[in-house]
């Protein structure tokens, strides 16, 4: 159930949208103001280089800059603005390496239960682990862990469908999960050593 805190700040983000679209340059330093932080680590988590994240970055502001008017709900903003910048990156690693493509398996999501949650305390372990996954993975696990999306949002900014993204993070939970059991072995290793 949505909060009156949360319903207040999701009317006045779409009231900054709207105010964006009719190019109140305010409105749009606000909307700035409001993602940068999120969509720059969102672009790390992905690339997992922090200049192209950064060069990355100012193309999806130009991109909305000069988009924004044809932005039909601006309720979808949030969704909107992480489209452009998994868009941003899927053109880098096509520059990149074109001959490299997503294999997904066919996993049914509804056939087993989810991995352990992870505390906040378990952090940096989580972000070093994180870092060793694929982009794919990073990606689903960044928009559904770190900011909140929904699996159906998760689809709609990715261009996947809805069961290729329970799949993927079905997966992309695992994988962490043997990247944080690596970690920890690795740790154990040196403490012995």
Request: charged share 30%.
């Amino acid at each position: 159930m949505a909060t009156r805190d949360s319903v207040r700040d999701k009317a006045a983000e779409e009231l900054l949208v709207l105010r964006c679209q009719l190019r109140d340059e305010r409105a749009f330093a606000q909307l700035f103001t409001r993602y940068h932080d999120s969509l720059l680590y969102y672009l790390r988590r992905l690339t997992g280089e922090a200049d192209a994240s950064e060069d990355l970055l100012q193309n999806v502001w130009l991109q909305v800059y000069r988009k924004v008017s044809t932005l039909k709900n601006p309720g979808a903003f949030r969704t909107w603005l992480f489209r452009i910048a998994h868009n941003q990156a899927v053109q880098r690693f096509r520059k990149l390496a074109p001959e490299v493509l997503l294999e997904e398996t066919g996993f049914d999501p509804g056939s087993q239960a989810d991995p352990d949650e992870f505390g906040a305390d378990d952090a940096a372990r989580i972000n070093s682990a994180l870092a060793r996954l694929s982009a794919p993975h990073r990606e689903v696990l960044s928009l559904r862990f770190l900011e909140e999306m929904s699996y159906e949002e998760i689809a709609t900014v990715t261009g996947c469908s809805l069961g290729t993204i329970r799949s993927r993070i079905h997966y992309a939970k695992r994988a962490l999960k043997q990247a944080l059991e690596r970690l920890d072995h690795a740790i154990e290793e040196r403490v012995r050593s």
